[in-house]
T-cell receptor
């Protein structure tokens, strides 16, 4: 079973920040949190990952709580093309994905 | 090529037939994963290969499913006596080493069992 829980769906207005939460309360000390997204009918795409510190790249920011039991993916200025299913996973050997959050960006 | 390659991209078969799906990972990647995605559903883990170690088969749904990885590179997922519920997109992914690096996905093989 996946080690993460995410809301089933979220909406976001175009141009606004999208904040996608993820709970991973059983994460181990050396396990990373990875985020992927899957746009309809395509293979999943890597977004960002982190261990303890907050991370930022050209796509998104990742905020990890101090206790590492949850994290938030932030898309700072969501566009219509960001509509996708977003997966948060805790990286172990088997890389099991949960059901993800279906983000719909609306005009 | 530079990415994970899967074939065939589409496969239509009749119930009861066997099918083979192929995955060619990125060169040098030691870890290889197979997932299944039914219509409108999330990614279901099937099997994981790491180097020459015994694969983790814990996600295979039945004994009709098997996979092998020859020479630590190309992998084949075999489904015997296909059933209609096997219809799905089968995704392969690879990464350089377990616990490190991002997972690179192929575009998947869409299987339709009539």
């Amino acid at each position: 079973d996946a080690k993460t829980t995410q809301p089933t769906s979220m909406d976001c207005a175009e141009g606004r920040a999208a904040n996608l939460p993820c709970n991973h309360s059983t994460i181990s000390g050396n396990e990373y949190v990875y985020w992927y997204r899957q746009i309809h009918s395509q293979g999943p795409q890597y977004i960002i990952h982190g261990l303890k510190n907050n991370e930022t790249n050209e796509m998104a920011s990742l905020i990890i709580t101090e206790d590492r039991k949850s994290s938030t993916l932030i898309l700072p200025h969501a566009t219509l093309r960001d509509t996708a299913v977003y997966y948060c996973i805790v990286v172990g050997d088997d890389m099991r994905f949960g059901a993800g959050t279906r983000l719909t960006v609306k005009p | 090529g530079a990415g994970v390659s899967q074939s065939p991209s589409n496969k239509v078969t009749e119930k009861g037939k066997d099918v083979e799906l192929r995955c060619d990972p990125i060169s040098g990647h030691t870890a290889l994963y197979w997932y299944r995605q039914s219509l409108g559903q999330g990614l279901e883990f099937l099997i994981y290969f790491q180097g020459n170690s015994a694969p983790d088969k814990s996600g295979l749904p039945s004994d009709r499913f098997s996979a092998e990885r020859t020479g630590g590179s190309v992998s084949t997922l075999t489904i015997q006596r296909t059933q209609q519920e096997d219809s799905a997109v089968y995704l392969c992914a690879s990464r350089l080493w377990k616990n490190t690096g991002e997972l690179f996905f192929g575009e998947g093989s869409r299987l339709t069992v009539l």
